[in-house]
């Protein structure tokens, strides 16, 4: 009874933007709880690479490129997916991208492919699933937040915009499709060790900075996120909506 509401057998998850980092770790841990995982993003050698990991842990992995910062492909994924592979009960939108600069010097190309990566692609591939589900009456949705949903740090004022707006549109889209039994809510990771943070990881300063700032001391491993995507995907989590569960070591609980 305990571990049963864990079970994600005979689920089917899309993960985007899954073929490293965070959400190749996330996809890592819906397959080994039993669900059948679509590992999505543009680059598909890299996918494929990535559903072999799990398929060789024994899971079930399929590769699904497709560009979820446009809403005709992200549309026609997602039918695709339904028709290939299964019904979607769980979509974890995870895709996005960083850039720095101070804000005065930023380019405009810059900001608007953050906002296209990061918020667009969360309600395209969302708004898509969603009008599957709701017909079902039941679904998950996770959006990968960030303690910067919260938090502003120099230089990535751009990334804090899109990462407050997927906070919101978290919330908007529990809000409209609780109705149709669809759970929507959020993960927001702290600094984590991946390839999209690796200039800081590197940086002994900032790394020396985050552990005194981090009550846990250290920077954040990818796999640590995989029991917080489980029990949102799982039916544990079903009184469960609206919610971004910030996973960070404590760095929004603590000043």
Known sequence: MTLSIFDLSGRTALVTGSGQGIGLAIARGLAA???????NGRDAAKLDKAAGLIRAAGGEAVAMPFDV?????????????????????ILVNNAGIQRRAPLEDFAD?????????????????????ARHMIPRGYGKIINICSVISELARPTIA????????????TKGMAADWGRHGIRVNGIGPGFFATE?????????DFTA??????????????????????????????????????????VTGSL
């Open 33 to 39: 709880a039993g669900a059948r995982v679509v590992l």
């Open 69 to 89: 910062t446009d809403a005709t492909a992200a549309r026609e994924g997602v039918a695709r997916i339904e028709h290939e592979v299964g019904p979607l009960t």
């Open 109 to 129: 190309e810059d900001w608007h492919q953050i906002i296209h990566t990061n918020l667009d692609s969360v309600y395209y591939v969302g708004q898509a699933a």
């Open 158 to 169: 751009p990334y804090a915009a899109s990462k407050g707006a997927v906070k919101m549109l």
């Open 196 to 204: 999209m943070n690796s200039a800081l990881v590197e940086n002994a």
């Open 209 to 250: 900075w985050l552990t005194k700032r981090t009550p846990l001391g250290r920077w954040g491993k990818v796999e640590e996120l995989a029991g917080a995507a489980i029990y949102l995907s799982a039916p544990s989590s079903d009184f469960v909506t609206g919610h971004v569960l910030y996973v960070d070591g404590g």
